[in-house]
């Protein structure tokens, strides 16, 4: 019985020493803050490589500049931190590829209550993935304020999607665009605070110098 605690603790330990810089919701809120935006401004679909495609790889590097050095760095078993994020990149990708089909058949048809009907529906399903994601955080760190995001992504969802709160066009695209502000500012607090709490080991500094 120990010896099962003591593996769910150091597994817990693991998982919150690699969300604990902050990098993974900078990266997530970018992505979430791109998508948004494409829908308002085409002219953001220049970043849309940056966040899709080379997101997962700055994060990486990220993470040996400043990550490493301090707290050092173990392979993880599973679910290395760019997969992590590779995967919340197809999901995201899935809904757009959605939009778009759901652009096409309603976009022209004068229907608007099934085009509402259709964007209200998709900030409940993006409000939905947010929240699994974040429970997933919360399951293998232990930490409860991951519950308590993942509340927070859901509530919020429904309250974009059923509250006349702004035109229902844009009701998907404010609603990453506010998370994906709150994830980049959320996320460059807590790398902040992780540069000045954890100073850089010198024997890590050596051995990757030395790799």
């Known amino acids: ?30 992505v979430l803050f791109t998508v948004g935006m494409m829908m ?24 040996q500049k400043y990550t490493y050095p301090r707290i050092g760095f173990v392979q993880p078993q599973k679910e290395p931190i760019q997969m992590i994020l590779i995967v919340f990149n197809l999901g995201i990708a899935c809904i757009f590829i959605l939009i778009i089909v ?31 994601q974040s429970t997933d955080f919360g399951r293998k760190t232990g930490n ?4 308590l995001i993942a509340v927070l992504f859901v509530v ?28 980049i500012g959320g996320g460059l607090f807590t790398f902040y605070r992780f540069l000045n709490t954890h100073p850089v080991i010198e024997n890590e500094v050596n051995n990757n110098s030395e790799n």
């Open 144 to 147: 409860f304020l991951y519950f």
């Open 156 to 183: 919020t969802g429904f309250i974009f999607s059923l509250l006349d709160i702004v035109p229902f066009e844009h009701k998907f695209s404010i609603y990453l665009f506010l998370w994906g502000c709150t994830l």
């Open 1 to 30: 019985m120990n010896h099962n605690f003591d593996l769910i603790t150091i597994r817990r330990s693991s998982h919150q020493n690699t969300l604990k810089d902050g990098l993974i919701f900078i990266s997530m809120g970018f």
């Open 40 to 63: 308002i401004n085409t002219i953001f679909y220049c970043l849309l490589p940056v966040a899709m495609i080379l997101n997962p790889t700055i994060l990486q590097i990220l993470k």
């Open 102 to 132: 759901l652009m096409l058949f309603f976009g022209n048809t004068g229907n608007t209550i099934d085009f509402e009907m259709w964007w209200n529906l998709l900030t409940i399903g993006i409000s939905i993935v947010l929240g699994v």
